[in-house]
């Protein structure tokens, strides 16, 4: 350890602490025997595979958890990149977060670099989406503004003439804006990257001319030379060290965009988000109202062949004019079912008649209906196999076409940009296809064996005053995903986070990243250096009413905040479990002697993070008391240490209810099976969420807060005294009667 010691040392913002040692050092360990040698890769597409010792090369994966202020990120850092470079390997990091990826690429990756003896090379990977695509842009920027747009979205609204002119208006305003990024991409002004524009711009413009796989032909483009994101892939190329998001690195795997997992070292921080964004991942969808980009498809399709010389040999209007039709019909059954819902006509009774708008930012969430056990029902058989089918049979065509139209490109570069356009023409169809015939394959597969039956649910929504419906699938397992399609490629690994155990094992977040029973796992729980019980108390709140009882419960929990917010002095977070609950809480603050309150307190959503962040920091700064006010996201994202959080309030243990339809479906099969889903499933997660809720409080080693969760379940229940386990050694007390009393552990 000494090399490291005395590394850390060297580098500027980095400091060695026990936990920081404790963690290298389990790194070093686990990945030392790591095998490089080609000769036995894992197959990829084998469908079960149970890792075992001794098959295939020896793989490492190191899983932490560091608690807050073990300095993660320089443990990592500073142990895999020396190892990797002197392997000649790269190294991946992956997080969930900008923020963290913004720390790693502007602080603890150049500080890391200057120290070493050879600085090595870093960049952050950004999506395709993320660059514009400049042949688009160009033939956008220069189009008749009332012509055909070849890569026009389906637009939402009506089609009366008011709409119509409304919306040539807006071709020409969006024309001025694409001229105006073309001269920046000309002028070296702008390098393409959406972030890097001094306006963000919406997503409806920037959709449009966003680079895009399916409608790219890479090195045949004419405009490859100069194209943002190749010349930013190129530098990637150079680079030794990649940050990454969770999500990219996920949607590429086998597309060669990165580095191969299984040629270089992998580290996943804030590895706790892993299950959830391989669940979005895998989750397919169609959308059976907005269809006409099927009317659209036969004439792009002879477009094309016309200009291949192609046979297309099926009757493309027949095929397209056939999904259309089932998809009608089955949004015809659909909607019969939607309406049966209640949450229906109260989404309907609630939406802003034409003209009226919707205040603030408040969108309601989409009615969600599922199928229970993934049946579908019997009628819709024919139509979903109908389209399947015929989705199939264009799908050829298409790769057909594109098959003939690169090799064309390839023949003749002069026509590239002939073949180029074309080739886009059919691009901007393809993923819709591709949706159609994925999501109706998965509605028709009927669970194998003792695999649970994949979730599949419709979603109903007002958008703009218009209906629109879709029907999606889902595996249930993100484990057996992760297994699949990301495990079998990693040789070596860190996995991290300041939370992946909950109740105080491991188990539950191995289970759901899909590394149970993996042998080449080696599990470590370094402790946060703070004194939690010195430092911090979490007081336990004992109500008179049940916190199910939620009315009563809310009444009496508020009147207690209430009179607890009058005690902060300086910041202060609050935690709600749903925005109806902070509402009330709002609401609870205009009324009497709480008025005086209402001045210190900031609302997420009223104005961006970032600029409740600043007020909140700036009120502090100034001696003022602030509050902040948060769901979720601020339970598990914000970084308030001293003075800017001495309080955190948790007005209900969050649990994460199986509500999605993907959790609903997996609770269902856990209990077919004889198995609890309450104890398997929901408390551990809440257990999760609990542990990041409360890790707003202590952020450095001198700070002092108090944590003060309302709700009593926490003491009373077996499972609250099993999530509490998982927390860090806190005071705990019980409060009774207005008293904090100690409670013995
Ligand atoms: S190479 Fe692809 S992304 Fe780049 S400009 Fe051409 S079509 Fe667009």
New binding site residues.
């Given amino acids: 350890m000494g090399a490291f010691d005395h590394m850390v040392s060297q580098v500027k913002g980095f400091r060695s602490r026990p936990g920081q040692r404790d963690m290298a050092a389990h790194i070093a360990q686990t990945l030392a025997d790591v095998a490089w040698e080609d000769d036995t890769p894992q197959p990829a597409q084998q469908a079960d595979w149970v890792p075992s010792a001794g098959v295939g090369p020896v793989r490492g994966i190191a899983v932490v958890q560091a608690g807050t202020g073990v300095g993660k990120s320089a443990a990592y850092a500073a142990t895999v990149i020396p190892l990797a470079l002197a392997q000649q390997k790269r190294v991946i990091i992956s997080t969930a977060t900008v923020a963290l990826q913004e720390q790693l690429i502007a602080k603890d990756l150049p500080a890391l670099s200057a120290a070493l003896p050879h600085p090595f090379a870093f960049a952050l990977a950004k999506g395709?989406g993320r660059?514009v695509?400049?042949?688009?842009l160009e033939q956008l920027a220069t189009a008749d503004p009332d012509g055909v747009d070849l890569f026009d979205a389906d637009m939402v609204g009506s089609s009366d003439a008011a709409s119509s002119e409304r919306n040539s208006q807006r071709r020409e305003e969006r024309g001025a804006l694409y001229e105006r990024w073309c001269a920046d991409l000309d002028a070296g002004h702008w390098d393409g990257d959406r972030d890097r524009l001094a306006e963000p711009p919406s997503g409806e413009w920037w959709a449009p001319v966003a680079?895009?796989r399916h409608?790219?032909?890479?090195r045949h483009?004419?405009?490859?030379n100069s194209?943002?994101?190749?010349q930013a892939r190129a530098r990637l190329a150079q680079a030794q060290v990649i940050v990454v998001n969770h999500d990219l690195l996920l949607s590429t795997l086998g597309l060669r965009a990165l580095p191969a997992p299984d040629d270089c070292y992998v580290i996943f921080d804030e590895a706790h988000h892993l299950s959830s964004v391989a669940q979005g991942q895998f989750t397919s969808a169609m959308d059976w109202m907005r269809t006409q980009w099927l009317d659209r498809l036969p004439r792009a399709v002879e477009d094309v062949a016309a200009g291949i010389q192609y046979t297309v040999g099926v009757d493309v209007t027949q095929l397209s004019k056939s999904i259309k039709s089932a998809q009608g019909e089955l949004a015809r059954m659909g909607m019969m079912r939607i309406a049966q819902q209640p949450a229906w006509t109260a989404l309907v009774s609630r939406t802003p008649r034409s003209g009226e708008r919707r205040e603030g930012n408040d969108h309601p969430p989409p009615v969600i209906d599922r199928l229970d056990q993934g049946a579908l029902p019997s009628e819709w058989v024919p139509w979903i196999e109908s389209l399947q089918n015929d989705a199939s049979a264009l799908l050829k065509v298409f790769e057909g076409m594109a098959t003939q139209l690169k090799a064309q490109a390839r023949d003749n570069p002069g026509d590239a940009p002939r073949l180029?356009q074309l080739y886009?023409r059919l691009g901007v169809l393809a993923p819709r296809l591709q949706s159609v015939e994925e999501t109706a394959r998965r509605w028709l597969e009927a669970p194998v064996g003792q695999q649970p039956p994949l979730a599949k649910w419709l979603e109903a929504q007002v958008n703009n005053g218009l209906v629109t419906l879709s029907a999606h699938a889902c595996p249930v397992q993100p484990g057996q995903l992760l297994r699949h399609h990301l495990w079998q490629r990693v040789r070596a690994a860190v996995v991290t986070s300041a939370s992946l155990t909950t109740c105080g094992t491991f188990d539950h977040f191995l289970r759901e990243s899909g590394l149970y029973g993996d042998p080449a796992v080696s599990t470590r729980e370094v402790q946060s250096p703070f004194n939690h019980a010195e430092q911090g108390r979490l007081v336990v709140v004992q109500t008179q009413a049940d916190p199910k009882d939620v009315e009563a419960y809310t009444h009496e929990m508020l009147a207690t905040l209430m009179v607890d917010l009058q005690q902060v002095e300086r910041g202060a977070l609050v935690l709600f479990t749903s925005r109806a609950q902070m509402k009330q809480a709002l609401l609870a603050l205009e009324q009497g002697a709480n008025r005086d309150l209402r001045e210190r307190v900031l609302v997420q959503g009223d104005a961006s993070r970032t600029v409740l962040l600043q007020r909140h920091g700036d009120r502090v700064a100034s001696g003022l008391a602030s509050i902040l006010f948060g769901l979720q996201s601020f339970g598990e994202g914000l970084d308030l240490p001293g003075e800017l959080c001495e309080w955190v309030f948790i007005t209900k243990l969050p649990f994460a209810s199986p509500s999605d339809p993907v959790g609903q479906a997996r609770a269902d099969w856990v209990k077919a099976q004889g198995r609890d889903p309450f104890s398997e499933l929901v408390v551990p997660a809440t257990g999760a969420r609990l542990l990041q809720w409360t890790g707003r409080a202590l952020r450095t080693e001198n700070d002092q807060a108090v944590v003060v969760c309302y709700d009593p379940r926490l003491l009373r229940q077996a499972y609250g005294r099993r999530m509490l386990q998982g927390l860090p050694p806190y005071r705990l007390q019980r409060r009774v009667n207005g008293q904090d009393v100690d409670v013995n552990p």
Avoid: W
């Fill in positions: 395709r660059y695509c400049r042949l688009k680079a895009e409608t790219c032909t890479a483009c004419p405009a490859y194209c943002s994101y190749y180029a886009s």
